[in-house]
């Protein structure tokens, strides 16, 4: 099996209103990989997510998962549903039932399942996003970290291979985001491809293995997040690099070089101890 | 809060209802809808004056609702909220028919007053109904009982998709309403073209809105059927609860009990 879960090729697509929002995108999600989808507003990134969970089919180009071409018959769209799972960025658009323990068995009793495996579903996801002790809570009794979890529990009860997730650390406060950031990487570590649009380029720096920036409904760079992001180009798209990389570039420009001593910091405490590590080095004599 | 705010999460509570684990929530939904219509039926088939033949009808409620351990205060306060609507159907009805029905001592009381206790008694009865149904039942079960009762699916998942739409549009209303009043400055009379902006602008964001839920369920799976949380079967005990309702529905129809124990009290006691 290849290394590539979802495969865009040559993917364009236009709006009903004419609007080009993909245009001849080629790209690859790799297998049990964090991949971070970068981009400004408007470069492509939602219409990209919603072709790969079938939502929108494609104007020209093909999709492919697993190396076979999505399929697009009634069958086939629940098939790659119940493998590619997508949570979006407001869970007011995605929770509608009364109960957390309702909505999140939306989707396996869509994949016509008994009774008894629902429920064992519905419990586990719950247990893996830290929810289970709110099941038969009211949806809108919940705060907004806590809606977000149910979205993504009602994607993990239908156990796919692929998490989408549009802008997931939006609107939350840093616990929300390390909790989520935790809950995410439980899910990494269980197997689970996860793929997220951010605009929280620290946050990609730091989580991702791999990272897509896009621009003008194409990709304009691929590659690990230490390689791509610091490119002249990207920088401008993206309007910025990531903090760590600048502060990285500055202390080098101060003659504090942790690249040139094998260090690559992607995060805060990682910066830390990197710089820790040099400076005491240099101090020895 | 906000009494549109108020009015949603009611709404959800009474679905909330719907996931009890009582004898009541345990029948099989189709019987549930058949005894609710025939009981319907039932109470609306007496004629305008009707009030003694509608009181032994209360006994449904009442057994349902302490059966299905259904919160009282929360039923009556939903039923009151009707009351405003029936009382301004029925307001006419005391000016228009004068004539003298029933006479208790030196009151004379008109045929309109009893049409109008009528009226009520009936709403009340209907509406509780309908009510309970959907409390121990819950509305997507309800649509799926009626889709295998025969109505056409297309009608079932319209039913549903308003159902949900309802919801969509409340939360919007309350939005729309709360940013009005926050920029209307304690001043009520802002005009026609102002609300029929609003109107306007909320029929948009619920469109919008409702385009984004379904999205999202279409990447669930959602391939234009709805699932209920049960599984039904009809068992024994479902059958026995449809003819028994059943036939105490048209025994009361029929043999008018309220009449027969009043007889009986008359003449055992002369």
Known sequence: ?285 | MNAITTAVIDLKQLELFAQGDTQVHGRDARVKVLVTLFFILSVISYHRYEINGLLPFTLFPIIMVCRAELPIPYLARKMLLICPFILLIGAFNPLLDRSTLWQVGSIEISGGCISLLSLLLRSFLTIGAALILVATTGFTTICQALERLGMPEVFTVQLLFLHRYLFVLAEEAERASRARELRSCGSTGRGIGSFGSLTGHLLLRTWQRAERIHTTMLSRGFTGQFHGQRRERFSHADLTFLISWSVTFLLMRTMEPATLLGSFITGAFP
């Open chain 1, 1 to 285: 099996m290849s290394d590539a879960i979802i495969r865009l090729e040559n993917v364009s697509y236009r709006y009903p209103d004419g609007t080009a929002a993909l245009t001849d995108c080629s790209l690859t999600i790799n297998r049990n990989k964090r991949t971070a989808v970068l981009g400004a507003n408007g470069a492509g990134k939602t219409t990209m997510f919603l072709h790969l969970n079938g939502i929108l089919q494609p104007s020209s180009g093909r999709l492919f998962r697993d190396d076979i071409p999505f399929e697009y018959s009634r069958t086939g769209l629940r098939k790659l549903r119940s493998k590619v799972g997508m949570v979006f960025q407001n869970p007011d658009s995605q929770l509608f039932s009364a109960s957390v323990q309702e909505d999140v068995s939306f989707g396996p009793m869509n994949l016509g399942l008994d009774t008894t495996t629902i429920r064992r579903r519905v419990a586990e996801a719950l247990g893996a996003v830290a929810m289970a002790g709110l099941a038969d809570k009211p949806v809108h009794n919940l705060s907004y970290g806590q809606k977000k979890r149910v979205c993504i529990a009602g994607v993990l009860a239908m156990e796919p291979e692929v998490i989408i997730l549009d802008e997931p650390m939006a609107g939350l406060d840093a616990a929300m985001q390390e909790e989520l950031t935790a809950v995410l990487e439980r899910l990494h570590a269980g197997g689970i491809t996860i793929v997220i649009a951010t605009h929280d380029l620290d946050f990609a720096y730091g989580w991702a293995d791999q990272a897509l920036v896009m621009q003008s409904g194409g990709l304009l760079a691929h590659g690990t997040p230490e390689d791509i992001l610091l490119r002249p180009e990207v920088g401008n798209a993206l309007g910025t690099i990531p903090q760590i990389a600048e502060i990285i570039h500055s202390l080098s420009l101060l003659g504090i070089d942790l690249r040139g001593n094998g260090y690559l910091p992607r995060t805060r405490n990682e910066l830390v101890a990197a710089i820790a590590a040099v400076t005491t080095r240099e101090d020895t004599p």
